[in-house]
Nanobody, 124 residues
Framework: QVQLVESGGGLVQAGGALRLSCAAS????????MGWFRQAPGKEREFVAA????????NYAYSVKGRFTISRDNAKNTLYLQMNSLKSEDTAVYFC?????????????????WGQGTQVTVSS
């Protein structure tokens, strides 16, 4: 069992930046592909970005490519999401997730562990 705790959310103006963190409870964090997903009110949870166990491969949703950067520090058991040039449509609850898939897949069903989420609100 891996517990994931997100932090770093908040209120920011459009064009601003935020950095989300996700702390994992176990040292086996490095065995997992990690991802970020988000869910806006009344919408399905959607893929944002994912990163392979060693950081060698990444995958981004088209809507965030070039603005968001996913990274990880396996020594600190921590996943990050740097979000720049934020838009009002980025407003959502952001979740981190971990799975034993080899590829940083956008498929929700490939992730076994989920955090509770952190709210990101972008004002226009």
């Amino acid at each position: 069992q891996v517990q994931l705790v997100e932090s770093g959310g908040g209120l920011v103006q459009a064009g601003g930046a935020l950095r989300l963190s996700c702390a994992a409870s176990r040292r086996t964090f490095s065995n997992y592909t990690m991802g970020w997903f988000r869910q806006a009110p009344g919408k399905e949870r959607e893929f944002v970005a994912a990163i392979s166990w060693n950081g060698g491969s990444t995958n981004y949703a088209y809507s965030v490519k070039g603005r968001f950067t996913i990274s990880r520090d396996n020594a600190k058991n921590t996943l990050y999401l740097q979000m720049n040039s934020l838009k009002s449509e980025d407003t959502a609850v952001y979740f981190c997730a971990g799975g034993r898939t080899l590829w940083p897949t956008p498929s929700r069903s490939s992730y076994d562990y989920w955090g509770q989420g952190t709210q990101v609100t972008v004002s226009s």
